[in-house]
C-alpha cells in the first residue's frame, strides 16, 4: 500500500491519481501508524513553506516522516520541506537533505512555469528516463546545490531538480503532471 501525506499542502488529488492509474493502493493519510507500515510514503505539496512545516509540527508529523524507514519520495514542497532550511517564511526543515531552499533571482519570469529538462541524473529514479526529456515545472523557490543532488536544472541558475540520500528521494518538478516520462518516474520509484 503507497502512503500519500496529508497535511496543510494542495496537489494529493493528481499525486493520488497518478499512483493509482499506475495499478496501485493509495491512502491519503496523516496516521502514524498507516505511514509507519506503508511500502512507499510519498510527500507531495504546492503551498508555503512556513505553515505546512507549522502544520507537520503541530501533528508531530516532522519527527515521523524522518523516521521513516521505506522509500519515500518528497514533490516540489515536499522535497523543500525536506531540506535544512527555507527562505520562505523563514523556516527551518526536516534537514533530511543538506540544502537550502532560496527565492529565484528576479533575472527571468518567477515562477519558472513550464516544461524543462535536466542534466547529470543519477540512480534508479531515471532509469529508462534522459535528459532531453521534459518534466513540468511550477516554483519560485529552488533547492541548492548538494551532496545529495541526483538530477540538475538550470534556470536563472543550477539547481537541485532531484534529490537522494539513504532511503529518501525528491522532486522539484511535478512527475505527476508530467505525461508518460512523469509515470515512468512514479513508476521506478514504486518498484524500489
Same mark, same amino acid.
Given at each position: ?14 499525486? !493520488?491519481?497518478?499512483? !493509482?492509474?499506475? &495499478? ?23 503551498? @508555503? ?12 508529523? +516532522? ?31 526536516? &534537514? ?10 528576479? @533575472? +527571468?519570469?518567477?515562477? !519558472?512555469?513550464?516544461?524543462?529538462? =535536466? ?15 521534459? =518534466? ?29 540520500? +539513504?532511503? =529518501?528521494?525528491?522532486? !522539484? ?5 508530467? &505525461? ?8 521506478? =520509484?514504486?518498484?524500489?
Amino acid at each position: 500500500m503507497i502512503a500519500i501525506l496529508k497535511y496543510n499542502a494542495g496537489n494529493v488529488q493528481s499525486v !493520488q491519481n497518478a499512483i !493509482q492509474r499506475l &495499478g496501485y493502493e493509495t491512502v491519503v493519510t496523516d496516521d502514524v501508524t498507516v505511514l509507519e507500515a506503508a511500502d512507499k510514503v510519498i510527500f507531495p505539496g504546492v503551498g @508555503e513553506a512556513s505553515s505546512a512545516i507549522t502544520y507537520l509540527k503541530d501533528k508531530g508529523l +516532522d519527527k515521523v516522516i524522518i523516521g521513516l524507514k521505506q522509500p519515500v519520495l518528497g514533490i516540489c514542497l515536499g522535497m523543500q520541506l525536506l531540506c535544512n532550511y527555507s527562505e520562505e517564511g523563514d523556516v527551518a526543515g526536516l &534537514g533530511v537533505f543538506d540544502n537550502e531552499v532560496k527565492l529565484f533571482p528576479a @533575472e +527571468d519570469i518567477v515562477p !519558472q512555469m513550464g516544461w524543462n529538462n =535536466f542534466s547529470q541524473l543519477e540512480g534508479p529514479l531515471f532509469k529508462g528516463i534522459k535528459e532531453s526529456d521534459d =518534466f513540468y515545472y511550477v516554483h519560485s523557490y529552488y533547492a541548492t546545490l548538494g551532496g545529495s543532488t541526483i538530477a540538475v536544472n538550470d534556470y536563472i541558475l543550477p539547481f537541485s531538480a532531484a534529490l537522494n540520500k +539513504d532511503n =529518501f528521494y525528491a522532486v !522539484q518538478f511535478h512527475p505527476e503532471k508530467s &505525461g508518460i516520462v512523469g509515470e515512468l518516474l512514479l513508476k521506478n =520509484f514504486l518498484e524500489l
